[in-house]
């Protein structure tokens, strides 16, 4: 299909038009009904210790929600028969009463006296009543990348001093699909089970981390919504759909606050159009 260039009127008007769909976007989620009942069932999960977390996934790797045999039965689900627990640590305490030196009165603590071992089970061991759907979990992007949108963001990468390597994973952080390394002017992209369309959105990414976090000094939440809504500009401009990921990153990362995005506004179009409006990259007339 024919290519034309976009005038930078035209690709300002992209990256204004992709924002505010994308603080819509947002914005429904946060205040949707399942998002709610989502929160409610991840509010009666006790905080996991690292500890536990390492021996939940040597026993069982697939593990998504780990609970007590109570707890489960609190949620209309029971623990099937036969079924083996999962062992963790779990404190022991001891009540103690504590006087106020200030006010003269009396309190009560607990006390942690040492830990002993617990059986805990998947919801994969159980039956019962349906647990919420997660509606805010990111889902890779399938597919193609643009015709040349990896060539223009790896121009921009190594334009900037950083190199670029694809690695099957990320070596410090295996879930992630990208890191950028600023001391050392690095970008890797991970390739394993990642399409062409998820790598180039991750590169896109990245390409904001350099551009934008070289201080260290944005908090990472911060840099994590305003890196995703970067590349979510540079996806639409080049005609490649990313809400499935980005909605639910930045929504995570912004704290579910719809406000976090727009904060973030100025710097997030004025790094997309330093990219985008000065390039000369084409685009399909389809996805004008």
């Given at each position: 299909?024919?290519?034309?260039q976009?005038?930078?009127?035209?690709?300002?008007?992209?990256?204004?038009?992709a924002h505010a769909?994308l603080?819509a976007?947002?914005?429904?989620?946060?205040?949707?009904?399942a998002?709610?009942?989502?929160?409610?069932?991840?509010?009666?999960?006790?905080t996991?210790?690292?500890?536990?977390?390492l021996l939940i996934r040597?026993?069982?790797?697939?593990?998504?929600?780990v609970?007590?045999y109570?707890?489960?039965e609190?949620?209309g689900?029971h623990?099937r028969?036969?079924?083996?627990?999962?062992r963790?640590?779990?404190?022991v305490?001891?009540?103690i009463?504590r006087?106020?030196?200030d006010?003269?009165?009396?309190?009560v603590a607990?006390?942690?006296?040492?830990?002993?071992l617990?059986s805990?089970?998947?919801?994969?061991q159980t039956?019962?009543?349906?647990?919420?759907?997660d509606?805010?979990?990111p889902?890779?992007v399938e597919?193609?990348?643009?015709?040349g949108?990896?060539e223009?963001l790896?121009?921009h990468?190594?334009?900037?001093g950083f190199?670029?390597e694809l690695?099957?994973?990320?070596?410090v952080?295996?879930l992630a699909?990208?890191?950028?390394?600023h001391?050392s002017?690095?970008?890797?992209?991970?390739?394993d089970?990642r399409?062409p369309?998820?790598q180039?959105k991750t590169?896109a990414?990245?390409?904001?981390h350099?551009?934008?976090?070289?201080?260290?000094?944005?908090?990472?939440?911060i840099?994590?919504v305003e890196a995703?809504s970067?590349?979510f500009?540079i996806?639409?401009s080049?005609?490649?759909?990313?809400?499935?990921?980005t909605v639910?990153y930045v929504?995570?990362w912004?704290g579910?606050?719809?406000?976090?995005v727009?904060?973030?506004?100025e710097r997030?179009q004025r790094?997309a159009?330093?990219?985008l409006?000065l390039?000369d990259a084409t685009?399909?007339?389809?996805a004008?």
């Open positions: 299909m024919a290519k034309r976009l005038s930078p009127e035209e690709r300002r008007e992209r990256i204004e038009a769909m603080v976007e947002v914005e429904a989620l946060t205040s949707s009904a998002w709610l009942d989502y929160l409610k069932f991840v509010a009666r999960f006790p996991r210790s690292a500890r536990n977390n040597a026993q069982c790797p697939d593990a998504t929600a609970l007590g109570r707890q489960w609190a949620l689900r623990v028969r036969g079924e083996h627990g999962l963790i640590f779990a404190p305490t001891r009540r009463e006087d106020d030196p006010t003269g009165e009396t309190d607990r006390l942690v006296r040492g830990f002993r617990v805990v089970f998947d919801v994969s039956d019962g009543e349906p647990l919420p759907a509606p805010v979990r889902q890779l597919g193609e990348a643009p015709v949108m990896w223009e790896t121009r990468v190594t334009d900037c190199t670029l690695v099957p994973t990320i070596a952080h295996p699909n990208g890191i950028t390394i001391p002017h690095l970008v890797q992209v991970a390739t089970g399409s369309a998820q180039v590169l990414h990245e390409l904001a350099v551009r934008l976090h070289g201080d260290g000094e944005t908090p990472r939440p840099a994590e995703e970067v590349a500009l996806a639409e080049w005609g490649l759909d990313t809400t499935n990921y639910p929504a995570g912004g579910r606050d719809t406000n976090a727009l904060h973030v506004a997030v790094c159009a330093a990219i409006v390039d685009i399909d007339d389809a004008a």
